[in-house]
Structures are given as structure tokens and as C-alpha cells.
């Protein structure tokens, strides 16, 4: 081939390259709005668990909680007993810290060393604030003359720390799938799992009796801004520190 054949089909191939960018590319418009709902939305967790804790703080309980978790404990079944407990088994320590180790360590054996590093934040760095603001609202748990309490523990209510794992931890695991894994079987069984464990969770620590709906609702609120800080974090660092990674885009 010539040489100026061979710069045409150079030239074809980066024409190609340069439409498929765009096309991936949202107009500015788009981006715009995109960025307004973000900002609408982060402001309006932030404000809400303010409030929340506020009256939380205020109040030393809320009438909506316990007729929550009655309704919650009405169903009546060892089979979802069982099944509520399997559920919030990785949130106890010291399964939560070797579960974060294992996704790190997962993440890193298949080349993945800064998705590995910002996982193993999340689930450690949602433990750490969840126990300060447990210490500084003080919050007891709910009472056995309540409800029903399988298990009698003796930390702070408030703010859930199973539920401030799993939306930190495995909603960033939930990230890193969406993000990195081709569209695949595999991948949607992944994300209907990890999906299935932040919803389920709230539900779990409610039915045991070691938590107060409001408990739930401001881990959820919290861990969602943990988890959007480790995913700026994320967003940050992937082209700054271990930038060779597996392609594994999407199609």
C-alpha cells in the first residue's frame, strides 16, 4: 500500500474514532440539565437528613416507627425470620470488615488496583462516620416492651450502620459493575443482586427490631452521600493512579 493510501485509512480509522466519541457524548444542553438534577438531588439528601436528625435528636420517638415495624413483624413466618437475619449478616462485624477486604481484593486480583482501593474506602470509611454520628445522637434502640427484638444490641440506634454499609459498599460495587462489565447475563445478575441487598436491608433491620424506620431512612440518606463522595473519589483517581486497567466497556 502507498504511503498516502496508508495515511487515508489512518486518517478513516481516527474519523471513525472521532464520530463514535461523539456520539457517546451528551450535548451541552443535556449535560446541563444532568448536572442541575444532581445538584437538585444532593442538596435535597443533605437537607433531608439534616432535618431528619434534627428531630431525631428532638424527639424521643416517633409514633410512624413503631406502627413501621408492628406492621413489618406482623408477618409471621420462621422462613422470613431466617431469611431476614441471612440478610443482614454482612453487616455485622467482623463479617463486614472481611467482606470489604474480599471486594477489594477481588476488584485488585483481575486488575482493578484503584477500583480495589476506593471499594475497600467505602465500606471502611461508612463504618467510621456511622459510628461518630451514633456517638454524638445517642440514639437507644427499640425496646423489647415495644416490639420484638431477636437480638439485644447494645450500640447506638441512629443512624443505621448495617444499612450505611450496604448502600456504601455494595452500592459502589453496584457502580463498578454498571460501569466496568459488559452488557451481559452475568452483569444483570450482578446488579439485581446488589440492588436486591440495599433494598432488602432497611427492611431486615426493621423486622429484627434493632432499628427504627427513621434509623433506616437516615442511613439511606447518609450512606448515599458516602457513596457519591466515593464515587467522585473514584471518578477523580481512575486516571491518575493505577490507570492501566482490564477494557471492559460497555457495548
Given at each position: ?173 453496584w457502580y ?67 490507570v492501566k ?7
Open positions: 500500500m502507498s504511503q498516502r493510501g496508508e495515511e487515508k485509512r489512518v486518517e478513516k480509522i481516527k474519523e471513525t474514532a472521532r464520530q463514535a466519541a461523539k456520539s457517546e457524548t451528551a450535548s451541552p444542553r443535556i449535560q446541563w440539565y444532568r448536572t442541575v438534577v444532581f445538584r437538585i438531588a444532593l442538596v435535597s439528601i443533605i437537607l433531608s437528613f439534616a432535618t431528619l436528625t434534627f428531630f431525631v435528636e428532638t424527639t424521643p420517638s416517633f409514633p410512624v416507627d413503631l406502627q413501621i415495624t408492628r406492621g413489618i413483624q406482623s408477618i409471621d413466618s420462621p422462613l422470613f425470620a431466617g431469611f431476614m437475619r441471612l440478610i443482614s449478616w454482612a453487616g455485622f462485624f467482623p463479617q463486614s470488615a472481611v467482606i470489604t477486604l474480599l471486594v477489594g481484593f477481588t476488584f485488585y486480583i483481575f486488575g482493578f488496583h484503584w477500583e480495589s482501593v476506593t471499594a475497600m474506602l467505602a465500606g471502611f470509611t461508612s463504618s467510621a462516620i456511622n459510628e461518630l454520628v451514633k456517638y454524638l445522637i445517642q440514639r437507644p434502640r427499640p425496646g423489647a416492651d415495644l416490639v420484638n427484638v431477636f437480638e439485644v444490641l447494645k450500640s447506638y440506634s441512629f443512624p443505621s450502620g448495617h444499612v450505611m454499609f450496604y448502600v456504601s459498599l455494595f452500592g459502589f460495587v463498578l459493575v454498571y460501569t466496568l462489565l459488559k452488557r451481559s447475563l452475568s452483569r444483570s445478575l450482578l446488579l439485581a443482586f446488589f440492588g436486591a441487598l440495599l433494598c432488602l436491608v432497611g427492611i431486615s433491620r426493621i423486622y429484627l427490631g434493632q432499628h427504627w424506620a427513621s434509623d433506616v431512612l437516615g442511613a439511606y440518606l447518609l450512606g448515599s452521600l458516602v457513596l457519591i463522595g466515593m464515587i467522585f473519589l473514584h471518578q477523580w483517581g481512575k486516571d491518575r493512579f493505577f486497567r482490564p477494557s471492559l466497556k460497555k457495548e
